[in-house]
């Protein structure tokens, strides 16, 4: 057994099975992707636009390919194709652009809102208000190809784990408050995307239904 296979069959050990393990490919090889691919994982989550197509060409059809970077709406028709689920969906008119090429593709793409909820300015998402505003618009109905499956989070990037469990607590009542409000006989919204390497503990108690981990599987990388 590679170690690759050994660490996500560690990783599956220890989570329930309602919870999928999203593997965070990004910056790793294809031979590093097969030993987990021949391990049986099968979701895997990518943050570049590039780096996706080229895997997409080179590795098996029946992978899952999820977008976990944020994605820039010119870059949406390369990814469009193929792309399984946008995990970082963080405006009205990156929607409206998916919906666009999925249209064209005669494809339904599943997404996910990307909510702000660390208390670092850097990450990328929609406040809780930018997200209310979004499904309130009228035109969010006319988007047939587009298929919003729940929310993702990231939580702050702190050793203080009591600060990252009240962050997936708070994106958990949004997640039910909202599912209550826009969702409610809509049993397709049921993804709560949370939880890396150092906190996917803590994001299943909390409630996560995707778990995104890189580093816990494929070592460290060098870049971000
Ligand atoms: C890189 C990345 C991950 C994985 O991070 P690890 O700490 O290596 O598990 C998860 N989610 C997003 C959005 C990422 O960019």
């Known amino acids: 057994m590679t170690s690759i ?3 996500i069959a560690d990783i599956l050990k220890t989570i329930p099975r309602n919870v999928r393990l999203v593997a965070v490919s990004k910056f790793k090889s294809d031979s590093e992707i097969m030993d987990a691919y021949n391990a049986g994982q099968r979701i895997f989550g990518e943050s570049r636009v590039q780096e996706l197509m080229t895997k997409y060409d080179a590795l098996p059809d029946d992978i899952e390919w999820h977008m976990i970077g944020h994605l820039q709406r ?3 028709k390369y990814i469009a194709p193929f792309i399984h689920m946008v995990q970082s969906i963080d405006s009205l008119m990156l929607l409206e652009e998916l919906n666009k090429y999925a249209l064209k593709r005669n494809r339904i793409i ?3 809102l990307q909510i702000h909820i660390a208390n670092e300015e850097t990450k990328f998402g929609l406040s809780q208000a930018e997200a209310t505003t979004l499904l309130e618009y009228s ?7 587009i298929r919003i499956k729940g929310l993702m989070g990231m939580a702050s990037q702190t050793v203080d784990q009591v600060q990252i469990a009240k962050e997936f607590q708070h994106l958990k009542v949004f997640f039910d408050l909202i599912k209550n409000k826009y969702f409610l006989d809509n049993i397709n919204f049921n993804e709560l995307s949370i939880g890396m390497s150092g906190d996917y503990q803590i994001a299943i108690k909390a409630g996560s239904t995707l778990i995104r981990i890189g580093s816990n599987i494929f070592g460290e990388r060098n870049s971000k």
């Open 110 to 112: 599943d997404c996910l």
């Open 139 to 145: 035109g969010f109905k006319d988007l047939q190809n």
């Open 74 to 76: 010119n870059k949406v």
């Open 5 to 7: 296979a050994n660490n």
